[in-house]
Protein backbone atom coordinates (compact mmCIF):
# COMPACT_ATOMS: atom_id res chain seq x y z
CA UNK A 1 0.00 0.00 0.00
CA UNK A 2 1.19 3.72 -0.91
CA UNK A 3 1.33 6.28 2.17
CA UNK A 4 -1.96 7.93 0.44
CA UNK A 5 -3.71 4.62 -0.16
CA UNK A 6 -3.27 3.88 3.71
CA UNK A 7 -4.16 7.67 4.94
CA UNK A 8 -6.86 7.14 2.67
CA UNK A 9 -8.03 3.39 4.37
CA UNK A 10 -7.47 4.83 8.06
CA UNK A 11 -9.81 7.50 7.02
CA UNK A 12 -12.72 5.16 6.44
CA UNK A 13 -12.32 4.62 10.68
CA UNK A 14 -13.28 8.12 11.36
CA UNK A 15 -16.36 9.91 9.79
CA UNK A 16 -17.38 12.24 6.64
CA UNK A 17 -16.70 15.26 7.74
CA UNK A 18 -13.18 14.28 8.41
CA UNK A 19 -12.78 12.90 4.85
CA UNK A 20 -14.40 15.85 2.97
CA UNK A 21 -11.78 18.31 5.00
CA UNK A 22 -8.72 15.70 4.48
CA UNK A 23 -10.04 15.76 0.66
CA UNK A 24 -9.99 19.88 0.42
CA UNK A 25 -6.70 20.17 1.98
CA UNK A 26 -4.96 18.12 -0.39
CA UNK A 27 -3.81 15.50 2.17
CA UNK A 28 -5.51 12.59 0.59
CA UNK A 29 -7.32 12.80 -3.03
CA UNK A 30 -10.66 11.68 -3.33
CA UNK A 31 -10.16 9.07 -5.80
CA UNK A 32 -7.78 7.17 -3.03
CA UNK A 33 -10.74 7.61 -0.94
CA UNK A 34 -12.86 5.66 -3.27
CA UNK A 35 -10.48 2.90 -4.32
CA UNK A 36 -10.08 1.91 -0.55
CA UNK A 37 -13.99 2.19 -0.07
CA UNK A 38 -14.09 -0.28 -3.05
CA UNK A 39 -10.96 -2.65 -1.77
CA UNK A 40 -12.90 -2.17 1.97
CA UNK A 41 -16.38 -3.28 0.12
CA UNK A 42 -14.69 -6.34 -1.81
CA UNK A 43 -12.90 -7.89 0.89
CA UNK A 44 -15.52 -7.27 3.58
CA UNK A 45 -19.08 -7.32 1.83
CA UNK A 46 -18.89 -11.19 1.54
CA UNK A 47 -19.50 -11.67 4.93
CA UNK A 48 -22.01 -8.54 5.82
CA UNK A 49 -23.72 -8.73 2.71
CA UNK A 50 -24.47 -5.34 2.85
CA UNK A 51 -24.36 -4.08 -0.62
CA UNK A 52 -26.37 -5.61 -3.99
CA UNK A 53 -24.82 -3.37 -6.69
CA UNK A 54 -21.61 -1.54 -6.84
CA UNK A 55 -21.06 1.26 -9.00
CA UNK A 56 -17.02 1.34 -8.79
CA UNK A 57 -16.45 3.57 -12.45
CA UNK A 58 -18.89 5.51 -11.13
CA UNK A 59 -17.41 6.06 -8.16
CA UNK A 60 -14.38 6.66 -9.79
CA UNK A 61 -15.64 9.26 -12.65
CA UNK A 62 -17.04 11.17 -9.58
CA UNK A 63 -13.69 11.52 -7.58
CA UNK A 64 -12.04 11.98 -10.02
CA UNK A 65 -14.19 15.29 -10.60
CA UNK A 66 -14.14 16.26 -6.83
CA UNK A 67 -9.86 16.06 -7.34
CA UNK A 68 -10.01 18.53 -10.79
CA UNK A 69 -12.27 20.93 -8.53
CA UNK A 70 -9.72 21.03 -5.96
CA UNK A 71 -6.88 21.49 -8.31
CA UNK A 72 -8.76 23.82 -10.33
CA UNK A 73 -9.34 26.10 -6.74
CA UNK A 74 -12.97 25.33 -6.90
CA UNK A 75 -15.08 24.27 -4.19
CA UNK A 76 -15.84 20.75 -4.47
CA UNK A 77 -18.10 20.60 -1.58
CA UNK A 78 -18.89 20.08 2.27
CA UNK A 79 -18.70 16.36 1.29
CA UNK A 80 -16.01 16.25 -1.17
CA UNK A 81 -14.72 12.75 -1.83
CA UNK A 82 -16.97 11.16 0.85
CA UNK A 83 -18.05 7.77 -0.16
CA UNK A 84 -21.83 6.91 0.44
CA UNK A 85 -24.38 4.31 -0.59
CA UNK A 86 -28.03 3.97 -0.76
CA UNK A 87 -30.61 1.50 0.02
CA UNK A 88 -31.24 -0.43 -3.34
CA UNK A 89 -35.29 1.23 -3.55
CA UNK A 90 -33.37 4.91 -4.29
CA UNK A 91 -33.15 4.81 -8.05
CA UNK A 92 -29.53 4.83 -9.18
CA UNK A 93 -28.99 5.88 -13.00
CA UNK A 94 -28.44 3.14 -14.68
CA UNK A 95 -28.89 0.22 -11.79
CA UNK A 96 -32.43 -1.43 -12.30
CA UNK A 97 -34.47 -0.38 -8.99
CA UNK A 98 -34.58 -4.01 -6.78
CA UNK A 99 -36.53 -2.74 -3.68
CA UNK A 100 -35.47 -5.59 -2.33
CA UNK A 101 -37.51 -7.55 -4.56
CA UNK A 102 -37.13 -9.71 -7.23
CA UNK A 103 -39.45 -8.33 -9.37
CA UNK A 104 -37.43 -5.23 -9.16
CA UNK A 105 -34.55 -6.70 -10.52
CA UNK A 106 -36.64 -7.29 -13.97
CA UNK A 107 -37.54 -3.43 -14.35
CA UNK A 108 -34.91 -1.12 -16.70
CA UNK A 109 -32.61 0.11 -15.36
CA UNK A 110 -33.26 4.09 -14.04
CA UNK A 111 -32.43 6.76 -16.34
CA UNK A 112 -32.02 9.30 -13.43
CA UNK A 113 -30.98 9.62 -10.09
CA UNK A 114 -33.37 9.83 -6.58
CA UNK A 115 -32.94 13.19 -5.85
CA UNK A 116 -31.21 12.58 -2.41
CA UNK A 117 -28.54 10.89 -4.07
CA UNK A 118 -28.13 13.74 -6.89
CA UNK A 119 -27.59 16.11 -4.20
CA UNK A 120 -25.02 14.26 -1.84
CA UNK A 121 -23.33 14.05 -5.21
CA UNK A 122 -23.66 17.83 -5.73
CA UNK A 123 -22.18 18.29 -2.55
CA UNK A 124 -19.09 15.96 -3.26
CA UNK A 125 -20.40 12.43 -2.06
CA UNK A 126 -19.54 9.63 -4.10
CA UNK A 127 -21.63 7.17 -4.58
CA UNK A 128 -20.21 4.15 -4.60
CA UNK A 129 -23.39 1.43 -4.46
CA UNK A 130 -26.78 0.18 -3.41
CA UNK A 131 -27.63 -1.59 -0.14
CA UNK A 132 -29.49 -4.61 0.62
CA UNK A 133 -32.83 -4.13 2.31
CA UNK A 134 -36.16 -6.29 3.14
CA UNK A 135 -38.59 -7.04 0.82
CA UNK A 136 -40.08 -3.59 -0.48
CA UNK A 137 -39.58 -2.27 3.11
CA UNK A 138 -41.75 -4.46 4.68
CA UNK A 139 -39.45 -5.64 7.25
CA UNK A 140 -37.47 -4.82 10.57
CA UNK A 141 -34.91 -7.78 10.50
CA UNK A 142 -32.70 -7.06 7.24
CA UNK A 143 -33.78 -10.62 6.41
CA UNK A 144 -33.95 -10.67 2.56
CA UNK A 145 -35.58 -14.14 0.51
CA UNK A 146 -33.81 -13.13 -2.45
CA UNK A 147 -30.47 -11.87 -2.00
CA UNK A 148 -29.74 -13.26 1.89
CA UNK A 149 -29.83 -11.20 4.99
CA UNK A 150 -27.46 -8.43 5.93
CA UNK A 151 -25.62 -9.17 8.95
CA UNK A 152 -24.73 -7.52 12.22
CA UNK A 153 -20.61 -6.43 11.94
CA UNK A 154 -20.93 -6.61 15.63
CA UNK A 155 -21.67 -10.45 15.05
CA UNK A 156 -22.23 -11.89 12.10
CA UNK A 157 -25.14 -14.68 13.87
CA UNK A 158 -27.17 -11.54 14.18
CA UNK A 159 -29.89 -9.30 12.49
CA UNK A 160 -28.70 -5.64 10.70
CA UNK A 161 -32.38 -4.57 11.33
CA UNK A 162 -34.50 -3.21 8.49
CA UNK A 163 -36.23 -2.58 6.11
CA UNK A 164 -32.37 -0.26 5.82
CA UNK A 165 -30.09 -3.09 7.29
CA UNK A 166 -27.34 -2.98 4.42
CA UNK A 167 -27.64 0.70 5.33
CA UNK A 168 -27.17 -0.23 9.43
CA UNK A 169 -24.24 -2.55 8.16
CA UNK A 170 -22.10 -1.07 5.99
CA UNK A 171 -21.74 1.78 8.26
CA UNK A 172 -21.21 -0.09 11.04
CA UNK A 173 -18.90 -2.16 8.94
CA UNK A 174 -16.66 0.66 8.11
CA UNK A 175 -17.50 0.44 4.57
CA UNK A 176 -19.26 3.50 4.00
CA UNK A 177 -18.96 6.37 6.41
CA UNK A 178 -22.52 7.17 5.46
CA UNK A 179 -25.37 5.67 3.73
CA UNK A 180 -28.85 6.94 3.15
CA UNK A 181 -32.44 4.91 4.38
CA UNK A 182 -35.64 4.91 4.58
CA UNK A 183 -38.19 4.91 7.87
CA UNK A 184 -41.40 3.97 7.46
CA UNK A 185 -42.16 2.31 10.83
CA UNK A 186 -38.45 2.64 11.93
CA UNK A 187 -36.91 1.67 9.48
CA UNK A 188 -33.55 3.77 9.78
CA UNK A 189 -34.13 3.57 13.47
CA UNK A 190 -34.05 0.14 13.94
CA UNK A 191 -30.98 -1.08 11.99
CA UNK A 192 -28.85 2.13 13.67
CA UNK A 193 -30.06 0.49 17.33
CA UNK A 194 -28.87 -2.81 16.18
CA UNK A 195 -25.46 -2.04 14.53
CA UNK A 196 -24.46 1.00 16.77
CA UNK A 197 -24.83 3.69 14.31
CA UNK A 198 -26.36 7.01 14.44
CA UNK A 199 -29.45 7.49 12.50
CA UNK A 200 -31.64 10.47 11.56
CA UNK A 201 -35.34 10.35 10.42
CA UNK A 202 -36.65 13.93 10.24
CA UNK A 203 -39.87 15.23 9.89
CA UNK A 204 -42.20 13.75 7.37
CA UNK A 205 -42.01 16.03 4.34
CA UNK A 206 -38.51 17.83 5.27
CA UNK A 207 -36.47 15.58 2.72
CA UNK A 208 -37.68 14.57 -0.65
CA UNK A 209 -38.54 11.34 -1.72
CA UNK A 210 -38.46 11.62 -5.32
CA UNK A 211 -36.77 9.16 -7.38
CA UNK A 212 -37.59 6.22 -3.92
CA UNK A 213 -40.20 3.45 -4.14
CA UNK A 214 -42.70 4.11 -1.47
CA UNK A 215 -44.03 1.48 0.89
CA UNK A 216 -46.69 3.52 2.33
CA UNK A 217 -46.57 7.49 1.21
CA UNK A 218 -48.14 9.10 4.41
CA UNK A 219 -45.77 7.62 6.48
CA UNK A 220 -42.15 7.22 4.34
CA UNK A 221 -39.13 9.45 5.64
CA UNK A 222 -35.47 9.61 4.10
CA UNK A 223 -32.79 9.98 6.06
CA UNK A 224 -28.93 9.56 6.65
CA UNK A 225 -27.16 6.54 8.87
CA UNK A 226 -23.51 7.31 9.80
CA UNK A 227 -20.87 7.06 12.55
CA UNK A 228 -21.17 10.98 13.81
CA UNK A 229 -23.75 13.00 14.47
CA UNK A 230 -22.12 15.75 12.57
CA UNK A 231 -21.80 13.32 9.54
CA UNK A 232 -25.78 13.30 9.89
CA UNK A 233 -26.17 16.94 9.72
CA UNK A 234 -23.82 17.46 7.14
CA UNK A 235 -26.09 14.71 4.96
CA UNK A 236 -29.30 16.40 5.64
CA UNK A 237 -28.07 19.90 5.04
CA UNK A 238 -27.18 18.44 1.38
CA UNK A 239 -30.50 16.84 0.79
CA UNK A 240 -32.54 19.63 1.70
CA UNK A 241 -34.64 21.73 -0.48
CA UNK A 242 -37.50 22.46 -2.20
CA UNK A 243 -38.42 19.21 -5.10
CA UNK A 244 -41.93 19.56 -7.33
CA UNK A 245 -40.71 15.65 -7.60
CA UNK A 246 -42.42 15.41 -4.12
CA UNK A 247 -45.79 16.54 -3.81
CA UNK A 248 -45.24 15.55 0.21
CA UNK A 249 -42.60 17.89 0.69
CA UNK A 250 -43.47 20.60 3.35
CA UNK A 251 -43.23 24.38 1.97
CA UNK A 252 -41.57 24.94 5.59
CA UNK A 253 -38.33 27.28 4.73
CA UNK A 254 -35.56 24.67 5.88
CA UNK A 255 -33.28 25.32 8.48
CA UNK A 256 -29.17 24.02 8.09
CA UNK A 257 -28.07 22.15 10.94
CA UNK A 258 -24.36 21.90 10.80
CA UNK A 259 -23.90 25.14 12.61
CA UNK A 260 -26.45 24.39 15.35
CA UNK A 261 -25.31 21.61 16.93
CA UNK A 262 -23.57 23.20 19.61
CA UNK A 263 -26.98 24.03 21.66
CA UNK A 264 -26.63 23.47 25.05
CA UNK A 265 -28.78 20.71 26.24
CA UNK A 266 -29.43 22.50 29.79
CA UNK A 267 -31.63 25.25 27.44
CA UNK A 268 -34.12 22.24 26.71
CA UNK A 269 -36.56 20.44 28.63
CA UNK A 270 -35.48 17.02 28.48
CA UNK A 271 -38.14 14.25 29.40
CA UNK A 272 -38.21 10.59 29.56
CA UNK A 273 -41.24 8.93 28.08
CA UNK A 274 -42.84 6.49 30.41
CA UNK A 275 -45.57 4.08 29.96
CA UNK A 276 -46.15 2.33 26.52
CA UNK A 277 -42.05 2.65 26.55
CA UNK A 278 -41.37 1.92 29.83
CA UNK A 279 -42.61 -1.78 29.60
CA UNK A 280 -41.68 -4.95 27.86
CA UNK A 281 -37.86 -4.47 27.10
CA UNK A 282 -35.27 -6.92 27.43
CA UNK A 283 -32.84 -6.60 30.57
CA UNK A 284 -30.34 -3.74 29.31
CA UNK A 285 -32.69 -1.53 27.15
CA UNK A 286 -34.24 0.70 29.71
CA UNK A 287 -30.90 1.20 31.73
CA UNK A 288 -29.39 2.52 28.39
CA UNK A 289 -32.38 5.25 28.24
CA UNK A 290 -31.65 5.86 32.25
CA UNK A 291 -27.93 6.87 31.29
CA UNK A 292 -28.63 8.93 28.45
CA UNK A 293 -31.13 10.91 31.03
CA UNK A 294 -28.74 10.99 33.83
CA UNK A 295 -26.20 12.55 31.62
CA UNK A 296 -28.52 14.87 30.52
CA UNK A 297 -29.84 15.73 34.10
CA UNK A 298 -33.43 15.04 32.89
CA UNK A 299 -35.91 13.73 35.49
CA UNK A 300 -38.98 14.61 34.31
CA UNK A 301 -41.14 11.44 33.03
CA UNK A 302 -44.02 12.09 30.58
CA UNK A 303 -46.56 9.51 29.11
CA UNK A 304 -47.60 9.91 25.23
CA UNK A 305 -51.33 9.25 25.16
CA UNK A 306 -52.38 5.84 23.68
CA UNK A 307 -49.06 4.76 21.99
CA UNK A 308 -50.14 1.32 21.52
CA UNK A 309 -53.30 2.24 19.99
CA UNK A 310 -50.94 4.32 17.91
CA UNK A 311 -49.27 1.36 17.04
CA UNK A 312 -51.93 -0.50 16.11
CA UNK A 313 -53.71 2.11 13.66
CA UNK A 314 -49.90 2.19 12.25
CA UNK A 315 -50.05 -1.26 10.97
CA UNK A 316 -53.39 -0.55 9.40
CA UNK A 317 -52.79 2.15 7.75
CA UNK A 318 -49.18 1.15 6.35
CA UNK A 319 -50.87 -1.80 5.43
CA UNK A 320 -53.72 -0.46 3.33
CA UNK A 321 -51.40 1.44 1.96
CA UNK A 322 -48.79 -0.73 1.15
CA UNK A 323 -51.44 -3.04 -0.57
CA UNK A 324 -53.29 -0.77 -2.43
CA UNK A 325 -49.61 0.19 -4.15
CA UNK A 326 -48.73 -3.21 -5.01
CA UNK A 327 -52.03 -4.41 -5.65
CA UNK A 328 -51.17 -4.47 -9.76
CA UNK A 329 -47.89 -6.41 -9.59
CA UNK A 330 -49.55 -9.03 -6.61
CA UNK A 331 -52.16 -9.92 -9.39
CA UNK A 332 -49.42 -10.35 -11.70
CA UNK A 333 -46.68 -11.77 -9.80
CA UNK A 334 -47.59 -12.88 -6.92
CA UNK A 335 -45.42 -15.94 -6.60
CA UNK A 336 -42.38 -13.99 -6.74
CA UNK A 337 -42.48 -12.13 -3.37
CA UNK A 338 -41.24 -13.59 -0.71
CA UNK A 339 -44.78 -15.26 0.84
CA UNK A 340 -44.40 -13.26 4.08
CA UNK A 341 -44.63 -9.91 2.60
CA UNK A 342 -47.33 -11.55 -0.17
CA UNK A 343 -49.30 -12.16 2.23
CA UNK A 344 -49.53 -8.71 4.62
CA UNK A 345 -49.57 -6.70 1.41
CA UNK A 346 -52.44 -9.28 0.23
CA UNK A 347 -54.16 -8.67 4.23
CA UNK A 348 -53.60 -4.75 3.57
CA UNK A 349 -55.48 -4.86 0.44
CA UNK A 350 -58.39 -6.50 1.83
CA UNK A 351 -59.29 -4.84 4.93
CA UNK A 352 -62.20 -2.90 5.11
CA UNK A 353 -62.25 1.24 4.35
CA UNK A 354 -63.40 1.78 7.21
CA UNK A 355 -61.06 0.33 9.41
CA UNK A 356 -58.11 2.77 7.48
CA UNK A 357 -60.74 5.82 8.06
CA UNK A 358 -60.96 4.97 11.82
CA UNK A 359 -57.17 4.75 11.71
CA UNK A 360 -56.53 7.95 10.39
CA UNK A 361 -59.05 9.73 12.57
CA UNK A 362 -57.22 8.67 15.59
CA UNK A 363 -54.16 9.56 13.81
CA UNK A 364 -55.48 13.30 13.75
CA UNK A 365 -56.47 12.65 17.44
CA UNK A 366 -53.12 11.01 18.64
CA UNK A 367 -50.90 14.12 16.49
CA UNK A 368 -52.70 17.07 18.42
CA UNK A 369 -52.24 15.44 21.53
CA UNK A 370 -48.57 14.58 21.08
CA UNK A 371 -47.87 18.23 19.90
CA UNK A 372 -50.12 19.45 23.17
CA UNK A 373 -47.06 17.44 24.86
CA UNK A 374 -44.07 19.03 23.44
CA UNK A 375 -45.57 22.29 24.70
CA UNK A 376 -44.09 21.26 28.24
CA UNK A 377 -40.61 19.40 26.70
CA UNK A 378 -38.44 19.86 24.10
CA UNK A 379 -37.35 16.58 23.68
CA UNK A 380 -38.05 13.33 24.72
CA UNK A 381 -35.93 9.87 24.90
CA UNK A 382 -37.23 6.30 24.51
CA UNK A 383 -35.86 3.33 24.00
CA UNK A 384 -35.30 2.46 19.98
CA UNK A 385 -36.11 -1.80 20.15
CA UNK A 386 -37.30 -3.32 23.00
CA UNK A 387 -34.42 -6.12 22.39
CA UNK A 388 -30.56 -6.20 21.02
CA UNK A 389 -30.41 -7.37 17.83
CA UNK A 390 -31.45 -11.11 17.28
CA UNK A 391 -30.33 -14.17 15.86
CA UNK A 392 -30.79 -14.10 11.95
CA UNK A 393 -33.65 -16.65 11.64
CA UNK A 394 -35.33 -15.77 14.99
CA UNK A 395 -39.14 -15.80 14.56
CA UNK A 396 -40.16 -15.23 18.22
CA UNK A 397 -39.01 -12.59 20.90
CA UNK A 398 -39.95 -12.09 24.87
CA UNK A 399 -42.20 -9.30 25.28
CA UNK A 400 -43.58 -8.54 29.33
CA UNK A 401 -42.81 -12.28 30.35
CA UNK A 402 -44.72 -13.47 26.82
CA UNK A 403 -43.35 -15.24 23.84
CA UNK A 404 -44.54 -12.96 20.57
CA UNK A 405 -43.92 -12.93 16.67
CA UNK A 406 -40.66 -11.62 16.53
CA UNK A 407 -40.74 -8.90 12.83
CA UNK A 408 -43.91 -6.83 13.88
CA UNK A 409 -42.74 -6.42 17.59
CA UNK A 410 -39.29 -4.98 17.02
CA UNK A 411 -40.98 -1.78 16.03
CA UNK A 412 -42.52 -1.81 19.48
CA UNK A 413 -41.42 1.68 20.24
CA UNK A 414 -40.24 3.19 16.79
CA UNK A 415 -44.29 3.15 14.76
CA UNK A 416 -45.75 5.44 17.49
CA UNK A 417 -43.32 8.19 16.61
CA UNK A 418 -43.24 7.95 12.32
CA UNK A 419 -46.81 7.48 12.96
CA UNK A 420 -47.17 11.05 13.14
CA UNK A 421 -43.96 12.33 11.55
CA UNK A 422 -41.72 13.00 14.66
CA UNK A 423 -38.34 14.00 14.08
CA UNK A 424 -36.01 11.16 15.52
CA UNK A 425 -32.30 10.93 16.56
CA UNK A 426 -31.51 7.50 17.03
CA UNK A 427 -28.09 7.08 19.10
CA UNK A 428 -25.63 4.36 20.06
CA UNK A 429 -26.61 4.21 23.99
CA UNK A 430 -24.67 1.28 25.28
CA UNK A 431 -24.51 -2.22 25.53
CA UNK A 432 -27.18 -5.07 26.46
CA UNK A 433 -25.58 -7.89 28.91
CA UNK A 434 -24.20 -9.98 25.67
CA UNK A 435 -22.61 -6.70 24.31
CA UNK A 436 -24.67 -6.17 21.82
CA UNK A 437 -25.45 -2.35 20.58
CA UNK A 438 -28.65 -0.81 22.23
CA UNK A 439 -30.16 2.21 20.61
CA UNK A 440 -31.89 5.59 22.33
CA UNK A 441 -34.69 7.63 20.48
CA UNK A 442 -33.84 11.22 21.01
CA UNK A 443 -37.38 12.71 19.86
CA UNK A 444 -38.69 16.43 19.25
CA UNK A 445 -41.71 18.19 18.08
CA UNK A 446 -42.19 18.83 13.98
CA UNK A 447 -39.49 20.49 11.94
CA UNK A 448 -37.33 20.90 15.43
CA UNK A 449 -34.83 18.33 14.33
CA UNK A 450 -31.64 20.80 15.72
CA UNK A 451 -32.93 19.90 19.36
CA UNK A 452 -32.50 16.34 18.86
CA UNK A 453 -29.69 16.60 17.01
CA UNK A 454 -28.10 18.81 19.37
CA UNK A 455 -28.73 16.67 22.52
CA UNK A 456 -27.52 13.90 20.49
CA UNK A 457 -24.18 16.11 19.56
CA UNK A 458 -23.30 16.82 23.36
CA UNK A 459 -24.33 13.42 24.06
CA UNK A 460 -21.13 12.31 21.79
CA UNK A 461 -19.04 14.90 22.60
CA UNK A 462 -19.08 13.18 26.49
CA UNK A 463 -18.91 10.16 25.46
CA UNK A 464 -22.29 8.65 26.11
CA UNK A 465 -23.46 8.41 23.12
CA UNK A 466 -21.11 6.45 20.39
CA UNK A 467 -20.68 4.10 18.02
CA UNK A 468 -19.40 0.90 20.20
CA UNK A 469 -15.72 -1.01 18.59
CA UNK A 470 -16.07 -3.77 16.33
CA UNK A 471 -15.12 -7.27 17.51
CA UNK A 472 -11.29 -7.68 16.37
Sequence with gaps: MTDEATAADTLLDGDAVAIAAAVRSRRVTALAVAEAALARIGARNRSLNAFTDITAERARAAARRVDEAVASGRDPGPLAGVPFAAKNLFDVAGLPTRAGSRIGRDNAPATRDATAIRRL?????????????????????????????????????????????????????????????????????????????????????????????????????????????????????????????????????????????????????????????????????????????????????????????????AFVITTVEGGNLHLERLRARAMDYDPATRDRFLAGALLPAGWYLAAQRFRAWYRARVLALFEEVDVILAPATPLPAPPIGAQTMTLGGNTVPLRPNIGLYTQPLSFIGLPVVCIPGGRSPEGLPLGVQVIAAPWAEEKALAVAAALERHGVARCPELPA
Excluded at 230 to 244: E, H, I, Q
Design 121 to 313: EAAGAVLVGALNMGEYAYDFTGENAHDGPSRNPHDLSRMSGGSSGGSGAAVAGRLVPLALGTDTNGSIRVPAAFCGVFGLKPTYGRLSRAGAMLFAASFDHVGPLARSVRDLAAAYDAMLGADSDDPALAPVDPVPLSDRLEIDPSELRIAVAGGHFAANAAPGVLEAVEAVAAALGATRRVELPEAARARAA
